[in-house]
C-alpha cells in the first residue's frame, strides 16, 4: 500500500516483465504470427507486403 | 481524515495493464483538502505474489494497520466477484469505517447491490470526484448525514434511499491530474509491453490515461460506468430510458447544464497530463484507453496538433481506441494522428453483417465503414485492431458468414468475443429476465406462467441469479449468459472455434445438419455462402450429373 503520510516497509521488487531485447518491425510481424490471434483481438494478412500491420522496411 | 481506496485484482491472466485512475483522481482530491490517504492496489501488489490473489492475511494487516474513517472500493462489473470476498474482510479489519462502493460493478443496480454485498454503507452512483468530495466534508464534519447528498444509494436496514441523481461534470478540466505519486507505477512499467504495435510492445515505461467520459455512439451492448447522459437514463429509468430521461432533464434544469452522452476535457489539458508524465516518470508510450477518440474530429484534432507542437509526438507515441464511422467519414483523420505519434488504433467492429450492425449493435456503422476504415489504416501503415463478436441476439447463420467472409476477403485471423450482456447495456436491461432464467429456470416457469409464488420469494429467487450471473462476468472470451435468439451456449462456442480456424466447410456442413433435424431458419445459409460449402458443391456435381438424392 502507499499512502501520502507514512514510508512504504518491506518493498519487494517486482521482477520486469517487459522484455529486454527491442524487436524490429520484422521481429515484431514474426512475433505476431506465432502468438496468433487466439485470445487476442486480430492479425490482418496481404497478400502485398507493402500493405501489411503498418510494416514500412519489409 | 484518514482514507483508503481498495483496488481488486482484475484480469488475472495477464500483468498489470492500467493505472487504477479512480482511486488516484479521488486520492489528488484527498490531497487538496489536506487529508490522508492510500491505495491498497491489490491488482499491482498481486505480482508480488506470482500473479495469484493478495493473501488475506497480508490484506488484513495493511487494512487494520490504520484507523480509516471511510474505504473506498471500485472498479468494472467483472470484479464482483472478488469484491464480494473483500467486503467481509474490510467490515471485519475496520468495522466503524463507512464503506463506500463505486464504479461500474455497482452504479446501474446500487440497490441489488447493497443486498448482495451486505457489509457496503454506501454506492456513489457513476461519477465520483463530486459526490465523494462531499461525502468526505460530511465525514470531516462529524455526521453521517449523506440524504442530502446526490447521487448516492444508501443503506437503511433493510431497505435503501436513492438521494436526488448527481449532475455530470460539466467542465472535466476540473477534474486533478491522478495522485501518480500514491500508484504502484513501478509495478505498472514492469508490465509497460502491449504486443498492439512495434512502439508499444518496445515500450519500457508506458502510462495509461483516461480523458474522455462516455461515448456519443448508442451501442446496445456498451455502458460507460455511469458517465453518460445514456447511463443515467437507464440507471434511473431502470432500464426505461425514457422515464429515466425525464428525471435527467430535472437534473440538468437543477444545474444549469445538459449532460450529453461524451465529455473531454481541453486538448491542452490532455497534452499538460502526458508532459506531466514525460517530466515525472520519463515515460516512452502512452495508452489513451478513451473510450471513442476518433468519433471527435475537432478535439483530435487539436490535440494532436498541440502534441506536435509540444514536442513529444517524436518521444512519446501512443495508441488509442477509435470508431469505423468516423474514420470512414473523414479518413484524413488518420495520417493526422499517425503524425503525431499514434501507433496503433484499436477498433470495435463487432460483426460484417449490416442487418446485425444496423439491428442489434446500432453503432451506427456499415461493412462499407469498416472496409474503409480497415483499408485506410493499412493505407496509413499503421496496426490495424479490431474485435468481433458472435451471438448478438438477431444473428443466424448468414449473419455469421458475413462476418467470415470479411475476414476471408481481407485475410485476417480473428478470435471473436462472445456478446455478454453486462448489467448497464440495454441488452441487459432488454432482456434481463432471460438472462437471469439461464441462472436459475424457475424463472422462465414464471414468466410463462407455469410457475406461481409470492413476490418476495420471485424477487428473491432474482437476487440469487443476478448473483450467479455477476459473479460469472468475465472479460468475454468466456460464456456467461446469451441473449442470442436462435444460438445457446455450446453451439457458440463451436461456432467461435469455427470461424477463429475461419473453417467454414465444417460450420456450413453443420448448418445443414442441423437445419434436416431441426427445420429452424437460423441455420438454413443463404444461395450466396455455397462457393464456401462443400455440401452444396456436392449437391450441385449431383445435380449435375443427374444423380437422384436426398439431401
Redesign the interface.
Known sequence: ?????KEIKNQ?I??????NK????KE?ED??IK?????????????NED??????DL | M?I?FIVPEIRMDS?PAHFPFWAAIL?AIV?KKGG??????LNA?R??YGGAKVPTKIIEE?IS?EDWDLIGIGGLTTVYNRIKELAPIVKKMAPSSIFLGGGGWSSYNPDEILKLIPELDLICIGEGEETFSEIYDTIENNSNDFENINGLCIRDKDSCIWTKPRALIDDLNTVPYP?Y????T??Y?????L????ES????RRASVVWERGCPRGCTFCSHNGMSRIDLQNIYGEGDRKAGEKLVRISDKENDTFQLPARWPTPEYAVNNVKLLKEKFDVDFISIVDENMTSNLKWTTEFCDLYKKSGLSDKVKWGTLGDAPSVAVKPELIQIMKDAGCAYI?FGFESASDKVLNEDIQKGQTRVHLQKT?DT????????????MIGNQHENINDLMETMDFWIQ??????PFICTPYVGSPIYYNNKNRILSQYDPKIKLIEEGKLKVDKETESKWKLDALDMFMTDCGDA?QYTATISEYFSIPELFAIKNLM?QKDSIRLLAWAHERYEETHEPQWKHDVKWAKYCNVCKAESLMNELQIPHQI
Do not use: C, Q, W
Open positions: 500500500m502507499k499512502t501520502n503520510f519487494k517486482v521482477s520486469n516483465e517487459t522484455p527491442e524487436l524490429t518491425a515484431f512475433y505476431v502468438s496468433g490471434a487466439r485470445g487476442s483481438f486480430m492479425i490482418y494478412r496481404s497478400k500493405e501489411e500491420m503498418g510494416i514500412d | 484518514k483508503l500483468g486520492a490531497e490522508k490517504v492510500g491505495i491498497l492496489d501488489l505480482t508480488k495493511e494497520s495522485a505519486h500514491l500508484l504502484e513501478d509495478v512499467f514492469a508490465f509497460s509491453s504486443p498492439y504495435s512495434v510492445f518496445n515500450s519500457k484499436s480497415l489504416i493499412l493505407k496509413a501503415k499503421l496496426t490495424p485492431l479490431t474485435t468481433f481481407n485475410n485476417a485471423e480473428i478470435d472470451y477463429y
